[in-house]
């Protein structure tokens, strides 16, 4: 199983970015999905979690209200709707597999290779 993510850019404070996760080897209708991020000089920290059969979502504090993720059944896709962006999004951004929606990392069992956003004042 191989994932990869894509989408992420320069963003001004303020913006919005849609980030994709695509697998190959793997469907995204079962288990769960996490969304990861690190920030420069920082540990990687949970953004969300999705349940893959009911579609649920939990979403870390920090992001909620303002992240939401959705699945293109059809492009085998999955994505990160990131609205409002702050300097403190900045990051690269993970997306993970695993057989339940969880938010440790322990829980995946496959990720993809990351992919930076920079929000800028």
């Known amino acids: 199983v191989q994932l990869q993510a894509s989408g992420g850019g320069l963003v001004q404070a303020g913006g919005s970015l849609r980030l994709a996760c695509t697998a190959s080897?793997?469907?995204?209708?079962?288990?769960?999905m996490g969304w990861f991020r690190q920030a420069p000089g920082k540990e990687r920290e949970f953004v969300a979690t999705?349940?893959?059969?009911?579609?649920?979502?939990y979403y870390a504090s920090s992001v909620r209200g303002r992240f939401s993720v959705s699945r293109d059944d059809a492009k085998s896709m999955m994505y990160l709707q990131m609205n409002s962006l702050k300097r403190e999004d900045t990051a690269v951004y993970y997306c993970?597999?695993?057989?339940?929606?969880?938010?440790?990392?322990?829980?995946?069992?496959?990720w993809g290779q990351g992919t930076l956003v920079t929000v800028s004042s």
């Open positions: 080897g793997r469907t995204f209708s079962s288990g769960g």
């Open positions: 993970a597999v695993g057989g339940v929606a969880a938010t440790p990392e322990s829980a995946y069992d496959y």
């Open positions: 999705t349940n893959l059969v009911s579609l649920m979502s």
